[in-house]
């Protein structure tokens, strides 16, 4: 069965400095997705990024980007220029062919003023 | 807007009393879910649906019930709710072509057994 894995419950960063989030998954397929979703106060759960498995470049979404290891299976996720908007509760999350999401269990980040 | 709706927001009920939780969506997803998230454990998926009439278990089923008889709506049925379903319950849904499973979520629902 497949299983993703957030080893760092929390993490805290300074104003404008970079924090890397990790995430390692387990699984025997060759085609899935892989997600960030940000969750805030407001519990309301936001896509973050997104990198399909077959592709070799590393997703980018403004200033969020991830490291994905397909051989290592680690797909973490970086943050640069952090801002106190990016505070709030981190999930990584697998998707295959078998139709099931997998979350992990979740990184917490405090953005420090 | 596009949106994904649930209702009730907050729902406080007593065990065994049923109780169903709805989840509407206006973007003509393909795919539904329910999920439930507990501290420490994330979210975890208790149904899905590929498409009208087509459901299946997530990883925690146990003790609710799905339908999906139209394609914009998805509710969730508790039919002998136990102290341990407290939780919080979102539902989502994706397309399965178009940025295909890139999950929507509604606004969540706290549930609390008593």
């Known amino acids: 069965a497949q299983t993703v894995t957030q080893s760092q419950p929390e993490m805290s960063v300074q104003e404008a400095e970079t924090v890397t989030l990790s995430c390692t998954y387990d699984?025997?397929?060759?085609?899935?997705?892989l997600f960030w979703y940000k969750q805030p106060p407001s519990r309301q759960m936001i896509l973050v990024i997104r990198?399909?498995?077959?592709?070799?470049q590393n997703a980018t979404e403004n200033r969020f980007s991830v490291n994905f290891q397909k051989a290592a299976k680690s797909f973490s996720l970086k943050i640069s220029d952090s801002q106190l908007g990016d505070a709030a509760m981190y999930f990584c999350?697998?998707?295959?062919?078998?139709?099931?999401?997998?979350f992990g269990t979740g990184t917490r980040l405090k953005v420090l003023a | 807007e596009a949106q994904v709706t649930q209702n009730p927001r907050y729902l406080i009920t007593v065990t065994g009393k049923k109780l169903t939780v709805t989840c509407s969506q206006n973007?003509?997803?393909?795919?539904m879910s329910w999920y439930r998230q507990d501290p420490g454990l994330g979210l975890r998926q208790i149904y899905y649906?590929?498409?009208?009439?087509?459901?299946d278990k997530g990883d925690v089923p146990e003790g609710y019930k799905v339908s999906r008889k139209e394609k914009r709506n998805f509710p969730l049925i508790l039919e002998s709710p136990s102290p341990n379903q407290t939780s919080l319950y979102f539902c989502?849904?994706?397309?399965?072509?178009?940025?295909?499973?890139?999950?929507?979520f509604g606004p969540g629902t706290r549930l609390t057994v008593t």
């Open positions: 989502a849904s994706s397309p399965m072509l178009t940025n295909p499973y890139e999950q929507y």
């Open positions: 699984t025997s397929e060759s085609d899935y997705y």
């Open positions: 990198q399909e498995a077959y592709k070799q």
């Open positions: 999350a697998y998707f295959s062919g078998t139709y099931k999401y997998i």
């Open positions: 973007m003509n997803h393909e795919y």
């Open positions: 649906s590929m498409n009208v009439e087509v459901t």
